[in-house]
């Protein structure tokens, strides 16, 4: 139990902070620094006993100090403490994943007979740790003018830049030149990451996040399945103390200024815009209210949150208009039991579960120009459904100090997400096939044909149940302190199962119709052209023709179990110096829909090291390194895309026009070219489809850095990092080397239809799979020499020069970085951010080994100057000011085309025909395909926005109300982010939109709050 005195003191200081709802938090998550915990460290006289209390809760703990006079209070929740030593008394700060240093031989200011040293309000030097790391604070993340997004909290740290405005809706974060798929998500220690495609994770309400750490590199060996950045949430917690209060959040949309549309540089096309957007519209209001406090004093301790929303949008595109409504709300309890002193147990539950209302209208097609858009908008809607998402998150931790030290921890999680169900299944329209038209360009779609309307492109198996994730993991750990060095050591197992519900074509087929510019196209990109190559053909000019898809996916379930153990030692070599030694054991396993893996590695060992060297000794200049190797799993989508049965068939056919009720074409005739089939209705064999000899995924990373205290406001620290991934992990969907490699060997039967259409392999490497080489019907094992398939090692760098700095004080608080980063490579990563492909590991990239031939170069998130400037200034007590600015060079351009097919035989040629041009091949000026490199064609231009918040708190409402507004991008800078990188509308078709607008910088918009603490 806390002293009055001290409870009296800490909750004056505490209550004026929105963090005074979290000071109780229990310990939670995995292992310490990836658990929502932290440590209090120190020195005082050899052999003294010292106390740590929480007032808010009557957590205490008394150890006895080594010979040395060294100690350590590890697996802390979060929260403010007072120690006590050799008759003094501090004040400390526990931040989740860092140590607070406490210090018994300074002066300190005595308040009320109690001497307290007080907690800075942002991340001090700690010198326990080797970490790369940021913690922003309730109190911050209030006070600042950020969006009320986790991806938004992390873009504010060091080497950290937003992805594609095409993935994960737009809003995640690249760390260290990675890819956005190749992060993870944690909530009180529990991994939430979407591991299907890992660009999403588990929501919860934001006002309900005590804490956010923010990694960007150098974690220690309890962390694993990441080559980017880790994200940790701590939740808030009760206390003692009875706390209620609620905000509402609003984003109106007069708020809002108005997006900005692209033309159409196409002067034969029917629709003037080539991106609609001004028109779009965005309304948000979301509510909170949260109680907390004990159930049992100092022992049983709650907090609740339940969270409200009425969001809308409305948003055009060029044939419909979609608006949406989201009602559903979220909520999130948290239990803490302090069982007693030395045992404690928490309890998470978050429900996230929404559905969205779509309605889809469209536009009066009979109205010229723009005015199309304007006509008749709204007027009833031709699709109505519901989209589904999210589902439950439970955790339970137990957290024993079972002597002085020795520390234990166990922990369970559950998580279950439905992924985008639609509802109904069974839409209206569904039944008829999806069609539609092209303008002459091919690049835009001209107008949607038949009953279908539009908007139904497939329909799902309504046999089997929405695709859902389901996650069940259980970690122990344990730290073991023993003289001069801290032992910490467990094993964790999770096994994530992903559901995917079958799917074919709408209609059960897809139609597209064509025309070739006729010979009175004089002018533009067909000028002086004899037509179109399609499917291998000539069509010549004038011609209308059509392509027909049938398309079908099974449905099954699929399996990952992903396992670890680790073991690390911080060895404090001297009083100066810390060195870390840590060994990390990854081992993954991946099974297909009959529970028979197909990918199935043994432990792969991930070192870890680091130093920490406290250079003065009293931790005002730090200098600090570490190097280590990290691996990332395969993620379900590439079971259910590897092992699935998934089949394409394409046919393209003379017609003369279309049924208007059904989309079927009239006049169909003679077929162009051969039927393309990619893929098959008969699942492959599970252990053909990824070479026995698959490495996985990994990256090596070293960073040397240093912090210096410059006086009792700023901080400076310098970071210099390098990573590179040694070995990377895709597929590839080429048969042709099989066969010539047959031939080569005498392999005069071999049966080519037993190579799967695309199998799993480390690029560059030779790959080892089970093919019929006697073509009698049974397989075997060969290896193909990497030289048949003529791909390049997956090659990605990232090298950066950071300086980071922070201000602190009474009035005026300031953090801020600037980066010089370089990310080379053949490869973006998990996902392709030009082709906006969402297939992590199965990207096109490594798909045939002319998609490789001019790929080395800057990837899309190379960014090479960052600077960001966020901070607080306190004019009054009761007036605020914030601002957050971001200013970024551009990210690189390319030009993508369609691959060269001459001398390409079959069944290769027929695969690659249907590609879309997505390569680095490109038609020049003249009509001449020629090879481009990566990155070649410059780069978007610099950006800057800065962000700017104003708060009002009364004194008369006793500073428990809070008035504040935001303004995003301030100055409604609309610099272009995004431009069309494709050069050819169809194959030797130049487009005439190549290096048009896509995307532009998000418009200005505003947010007001209110909020209420008591």
């Known amino acids: 139990m806390a002293t009055p005195v001290v409870r009296d003191l800490l909750s004056r200081k505490i209550k004026r902070s929105a963090l005074s709802i979290a000071l109780g938090m229990c310990v939670v998550g995995g292992v310490q620094a990836q658990s929502a915990v932290g440590s209090i460290f120190g020195s005082v006289q050899p052999n003294a006993s010292i106390t740590i209390q929480n007032p808010q809760t009557g957590l205490s703990r008394t150890i006895t100090a080594g010979s040395d006079g060294r100690f350590t209070f590890s697996q802390l929740p979060t929260g403010k403490y007072v120690v006590t030593a050799d008759g003094q008394t501090r004040e400390v700060e526990v931040k989740i994943g860092s140590g607070s240093q406490v210090s018994f031989a300074s002066d300190a200011t005595n308040l009320d007979g109690v001497t307290v040293r007080g907690a800075r309000a942002f991340n001090p030097i700690d010198v326990s740790s080797v970490e790369s790391t940021s913690v922003f604070t309730a109190d911050q993340l209030i006070s600042l003018p950020v969006a009320s997004d986790v991806s938004s909290v992390a873009l504010l740290a060091p080497g950290t830049v937003r992805g594609d405005s095409g993935l994960g809706a737009g809003n995640l974060a690249s760390f260290g030149g990675s890819s956005v798929a190749e992060n993870g998500y944690y909530i009180n220690g529990f991994d939430v990451t979407n591991m299907r495609t890992f660009l999403s994770f588990a929501n ?14 150098g974690y220690g060996a309890e962390y694993g ?4 950045g880790i994200i940790s949430i701590v939740t808030k917690s009760g206390s003692n103390d009875w706390h209620f209060g609620g905000s509402v959040e609003y984003t109106p949309q007069w708020g809002r200024s108005a997006g900005k549309d692209v033309r159409e540089r196409d002067p034969d096309a029917a629709d003037p815009l080539y991106v609609y957007r001004s028109d779009n519209e965005s309304d948000s209001t979301i509510y909170s209210a949260y109680a907390s406090g004990p159930i049992i004093k100092d022992r049983l301790f709650f907090f609740a949150m339940a969270e409200g929303r009425n969001e809308t949008t409305d948003t055009f595109g060029a044939l419909t208009s979609t608006a949406t409504k989201n009602t559903d709300p979220q909520g999130l309890v948290k239990l803490d039991w302090y069982i007693n002193d030395s045992n404690l147990l928490e309890f998470t539950g978050i429900y996230n579960k929404n559905k969205t209302r779509y ?9 010229d120009g723009e005015n199309r858009y304007n006509v008749g908008r709204h007027e009833a809607p031709i699709e109505q459904y519901d989209i589904e998402n999210g589902g439950k998150v439970g955790i339970l931790k137990y957290t024993g100090y079972l002597t002085d030290s020795f520390t234990v921890s166990g922990q369970y999680g559950y998580l279950s997400n439905t992924i985008d169900s639609r509802l109904p299944a ?10 539609y038209s092209f303008g002459l360009t091919t690049s835009v779609v001209d107008r949607y044909i038949g009953c279908n309307p539009g908007t139904i492109s497939t329909v799902a198996d309504l046999n089997a149940e929405p695709d859902e994730d389901i996650r069940k993991a259980y970690r122990i750990d344990a730290e ?4 001069d060095h801290r032992l910490r050591f467990g094993v964790d197992q999770e096994e994530y199962e992903s559901s995917h519900r079958g799917r074919t074509y709408a209609g059960g087929i897809n139609w597209a119709y064509y025309l070739v510019p006729g010979n009175s196209v004089a002018t533009g990109a067909y000028a002086g052209q004899p037509g179109r190559t399609v499917n291998g053909q000539l069509v010549p000019r004038g011609a209308r023709y059509a392509r027909s898809r049938v398309y079908q996916t099974s449905s099954s379930s699929y399996e990952n179990t992903n396992s670890a153990f680790y073991l690390e030692d911080n060895w404090q070599v ?20 009959d529970g028979v893996a197909w990918v199935e590695s043994d432990y792969k060992l991930a070192p870890r090291l680091g130093f920490s060297w406290d250079v003065v000794g009293d931790a005002s200049f730090k200098v600090f390194g570490t190097a280590g190797r990290y691996y990332i799993p395969v993620a379900t989508n590439s079971s259910i895309r590897a092992t699935g049965a998934e089949s394409t068939t394409s046919n393209w056919y003379y017609v003369t026009g279309w049924n208007e009720s059904d989309g079927t074409p009239t006049g169909q005739g003679a077929q162009i070219g051969q039927t393309q089939v990619n893929g098959s209705l008969v699942a492959p064999n599970p252990a053909s489809v990824a070479s026995t000899t698959l490495s996985p995924m990994y990256q090596d990373e070293i960073i040397l850095g240093t912090q210096v205290q410059l006086n009792e406001n700023w901080m400076l620290g310098a970071r210099l990092t390098r990573r590179e991934v040694k070995s990377g992990m895709d597929d590839t969907c080429t048969t042709n080397p099989w066969i010539d490699w047959a031939n080569d060997n005498g392999y005069t039967n071999f049966d080519p239809d037993s190579v799967p259409s695309c199998y799993f392999l480390n690029p560059g490497s030779d790959v080892t799979l089970n093919v019929d080489l006697d073509g009698d019907g049974t397989v075997e094992l060969a290896t193909l020499p990497a030289s048949y398939l003529g791909l390049p090692e997956y090659r990605r760098n990232y090298t950066a020069l950071e ?7 009474e009035k005026f608080n300031l953090q801020g970085s600037y980066i010089f980063a370089r990310t080379r490579g053949n490869v973006e990563g998990y996902v392709n951010s030009t082709l906006e492909q969402e297939d992590p590991g199965l990207t096109q990239d490594f798909d045939h080994r002319l998609f490789t031939d001019g790929t080395y170069g800057p990837t899309p998130n190379d960014r090479q100057h960052t600077l960001k400037l966020f901070g607080v200034y306190t004019i009054t007590p009761e007036w605020q000011l914030g601002g957050n600015l971001i200013v970024q060079s551009g990210r690189p351009i390319n030009c993508q085309g369609y691959i060269p097919l001459e001398g390409i035989e079959q069944p290769d040629l027929g695969n690659l025909t ?3 041009g997505s390569s680095f091949y490109c038609l020049n000026d003249d009509g001449t395909r020629v090879l481009g490199q990566r990155g070649d064609q410059g780069r978007t231009p610099w950006t800057w926005t800065f962000d700017l918040t104003a708060a009002y708190v009364p004194n008369w409402a006793d500073n428990k109300l809070r008035f504040k507004m935001d303004v995003f991008n301030l100055f409604n800078n609309d610099r272009v982010t995004e431009y069309n990188e494709f050069k050819e509308a169809s194959r030797d078709v130049i487009s005439p939109n190549y290096m048009n607008d896509v995307n532009y910088q998000s418009p200005r918009s505003l947010r007001l709050t209110v909020r209420y603490d008591f």
């Open 204 to 217: 919860m309400p934001f006002q309900a996040i005590a804490q956010q750490q923010v990694k960007t590199g």
């Open 225 to 228: 399945r990441s080559l980017g």
């Open 359 to 367: 309605n889809t209208y469209e536009y009066n097609l009979t109205a």
């Open 426 to 435: 069974n839409p209206v329209g569904g039944e008829c096939p999806w069609a």
């Open 480 to 483: 073991w302190v023993l003289g």
């Open 574 to 593: 001297t009083d100066n110096f810390l060195a870390s030694i840590g060994l990390r054991g990854e081992k993954f396993e991946n099974k297909n829909g």
């Open 803 to 809: 300086f980071f700095w922070e201000r602190t004080g």
């Open 914 to 916: 249907p590609y879309s």
